[in-house]
């Protein structure tokens, strides 16, 4: 059976794990385990450092626990591994971000018989010292059976984690997923981007009564962490999307998206009004955040895709266009319109003679030997050792 997701967001198509608990083959065509989440800090200015790597993973989360250590979950593809195929997973650093332990796939107990296993994690430490995961999931085990929604589960080891009952946020006609949430001041905020209406948020846009609405995400407050109110949805222009993780210091809640050129944040001190931190770099997609003890930034989000054919310009055995490589600046595989916008300034770079004019061999696709494209790392990235 199949499930529609994306690597943070709704696209990709995901081999789920079937009801009636056969063993399927681990897919071979494309899809979200062909990237990495890379985790890195960030500091002052532009300066970024890669930390480490999690192989075949994506939709990551970080937070961090009351004994000083820091947890990332993330949904993770092993290759050789159909039991722990798109599982949700959790791995700990004690040496903020540097080092982490081998994935392990959390174990939900109470889960209700059909429902789907989690994806999409978002962990939020409690002050009694428990974690709560809150997870996309449906009945069923495709979006076209029932409509995804926010729930939750709750843990006192950030492994073992027991199902609570009921929807945490769901609206009528609308796919949920994909949300962030964040304890601020006692109170319980969750985001998640609005995917637009469709019974199936992978189909195409002309079969859609409703398309997304560009930089908007659904808001509720809960002040028990199950019961949510729906609040007015939030909104964040310049090519902004709600897909990420949100945190708080205690008087600023910060918000790390998904935007045209990499990881956007923005800051609100009630989850409501909201302003872009203009000054805030960082590479990747869908990402994850927490504030490091020296006060820089531990960030996780998705790289582009990982196997070596990708990095010479060829994915899925197939050359990928050059002009294809360069539009997608952010990496995340999709031309989104601020790309489009800058489309033009970057289609005269392959104009290597400078007539004016594309010619078939300044679009052809890269090979092994010309044309080579850079090494699959975000821009701005640098490599564990690399100077």
């Known amino acids: 059976m199949l499930v529609c997701l994306r690597v943070g967001e709704v696209s990709a198509q995901v081999d789920a794990q079937p009801l009636d608990g056969r063993v399927r083959p681990i897919p071979k065509r494309s899809g979200p385990w062909e990237n990495d989440v890379l985790v890195y800090r960030t500091g002052a200015g532009t300066k970024v450092e890669q930390l480490a790597r999690f192989p075949r993973a994506g939709v990551s989360t970080l937070a961090r626990l009351q004994d000083g250590r820091v947890v990332a979950a993330h949904q993770q593809f092993p290759e050789n591994n159909r039991a722990d195929f798109d599982k949700v997973a959790v791995r700990f ?173 923005g800051t609100s001190t009630n989850g409501q009004s909201w302003a872009a931190d203009e000054t805030f770099r960082a590479p990747g997609a869908d990402p994850g955040a927490v504030k490091l003890k020296d006060g820089g930034w531990l960030i996780s989000g998705t790289g582009p895709r990982r196997d070596s054919s990708q990095q010479n310009g060829v994915m899925g055995g197939e050359p990928r266009s050059p002009i294809i490589l360069a539009l997608d600046a952010n990496g995340d595989g999709i031309i989104d319109p601020r790309e489009i916008e800058n489309a033009p300034a970057l289609l005269r770079k392959f104009d290597r003679d400078g007539d004016g004019r594309l010619t078939p061999d300044e679009l052809r696709p890269a090979t092994m030997e010309r044309d080579r494209a850079p090494a699959a790392v975000p821009r701005g990235i640098r490599e564990p050792g690399a100077k």
């Open 93 to 265: 650093s004690s040496d903020e971000g540097r080092n982490w332990t081998e994935p392990q796939v959390i174990h939900l107990e109470g889960l209700p018989t059909g429902m789907r296993f989690p994806f999409d994690p978002t962990l939020v430490p409690l002050p009694d010292g428990r974690v709560r995961l809150y997870f996309t999931s449906l009945k069923g085990q495709r979006f076209e059976q029932n409509r995804p929604a926010i729930y939750s589960a709750i843990s006192s080891n950030c492994i073992d984690f027991i199902f609570e009952p009921g929807v945490r946020l769901g609206i009528e006609g609308r796919p949920v997923i994909d949300c962030a949430a964040v304890l601020h001041h006692g109170v319980l905020h969750l985001f998640s981007p609005d995917n637009g209406n469709a019974l199936n948020p992978d189909a195409p846009q002309a079969e859609r009564s409703e398309r997304a609405r560009e930089g908007t995400a659904y808001y509720a407050t809960s002040n028990d962490g199950l019961n949510f109110t729906r609040q007015p949805d939030v909104q964040m222009g310049g090519g902004r999307r709600w897909l990420g993780n949100v945190q708080s210091d205690g008087q600023l809640i910060r918000f790390f998206g998904t935007g045209n050129r990499g990881v956007w944040m």
